[in-house]
């Protein structure tokens, strides 16, 4: 009691009691108390501990150990926890080394108990739970004599099959506090929290090897070999029957980690790519002692150079007669949605951006230059693409026209604004989610799947009001998505000449090969356009 009444002291007392007890403490081994100084350390405890206040130090209420790693991470007071907890979300705890789940559940709940005291709130989306890991009741064990496949948030593996003990486990001091395979393989996934893509991914990818690795192959994840990897590359190629079934949720009892038997070898050869940069990574941490996947090859996958579905581009006269559609749309005083359908379609086909990149541009990252007309410049939007490298694209005069009414409609300025998102919605939808995350005056944004829904709007209403549209305009129109707009600015930039590294820059390839397949799709055209000449001119 006298060592606890001291670190309270210590902390919150005077600043001449504390050097006092420092003093004794560093003379005898631990501080010696008089009658007096017992009672200033009592009366500063005491004080100490009355009520949570948001400026209080972590120290006054947890543990030395916990509050010793939570100061490390910059977390000094109760307000500083309750940000980051909010800032995280549920799994807050993984950023803060050796706080467990079962911690941070204690933790949150203690935060959530005297949020009327400290007057401010632990958000309900910090979930108590570890969102890879599923309710206790709603784990199933697997091993070497069960069959059972569930998604890896439902998945606990018996004992002798953890990896707790495993062979290839690192003998040196780890980086990461993984007591066996699942806890490291959740906690490399931790790493990607922030990338919902790649998370899903690699999920995927590691799932379905935890579960071939303990029901198959019946070895622990930290003791498999070369030769076990190898085993692993060709049941890719051929997966087992009962891993395979129709796609269904994760909670199903439906659920099956393949949803095909033919898995392609692209995929294939992802897959591997994925599991040797995990084991590489729990090397780095040395959970393992080695990476078996080094000695694997990957499979010999055909490079094909029509991958980019450049057929999805439309044709210059198509592309033009939907512009001058959607502009006599955009003209209605209620036509607030046209005019953002209209900011997609420049976006991509003047831009040439990418779905993802058109939802998160935003108004500070664009820029007008000094080319183009002195009353319509041209400007510049900065981009983070594909594997979030930075490049500018040029943004027409006809978009900054289209974004200062889409502005105007969400009732700002777009000449006078620094910041927000380019593209965003009217209003805030009246689900719980939705309001729940723009309580606090988060700005509205488009999520990338929303514009897909917006643009096969827009196409049905096209195709329903331009009555000359031949069939297979009407087909083309019908399966018409963002992305087939930037497909359209590359084909018709490549035939307006634009040099072919220009296109490459503002497209964001990494390779010059594969803005060249769009040459190849204007060369095509054009011997199709040649071909109808020869055929109505009798030259066949």
Known sequence: MQAVLVELALEHGSPVLADYLKASAKAHGSARLTAVSLKMVEQAAALAVAQPQLDHGVGMWFRPLVAQRLKAE??????DLIDFCNGRGGSWWRAVPRIGAGRARLIVAWLRRHEAVLERRVDADVDLADPLTAPAGELVTIDGGSRALVPLERMAVGHALSGAHGSNRSGAFPYISAHHDLDAVRTYLYRFRQQPKTLRAYTKELERFLLWSVTVRKKPLSSLLADDCEAYKDFLASPDPAFVGPKAPRASGRWKPFASAELGAESQKYAIRALRAAFGWLVAVRYLAGNPWEAVTDPVVVERIDRIRVDRALPAALWQRIRNFIDMQCDAADASYWRAVRVVLLLGGDSGLRREELARATRERLSPTSFGDAETPVWQLLVIGKRSKERVVPVSPATIDALQMHWRDRGLDFCTATSGPLLAPM??????????????????????????????????????????????????????????FRHTFGTQATAEDVPLDVVQRVLGHASLQTTSIYVQAEKQRMLREVNDFYRKNGSL
């Open 74 to 79: 910059g977390i000094a007071t109760l307000g």
């Open 427 to 484: 209003f805030i939808p009246r689900t719980r989610l939705a309001q729940k995350k723009h309580a606090d005056g988060t700005p509205l944004a488009y999520h990338p799947d929303s514009l897909n829904t917006m643009i096969a709007w827009a196409m049905k209403r096209l195709i329903a009001g331009m009555p000359d549209l031949t069939t297979a305009e009407t087909n083309l129109l019908a399966g018409t998505s963002p992305h087939a």
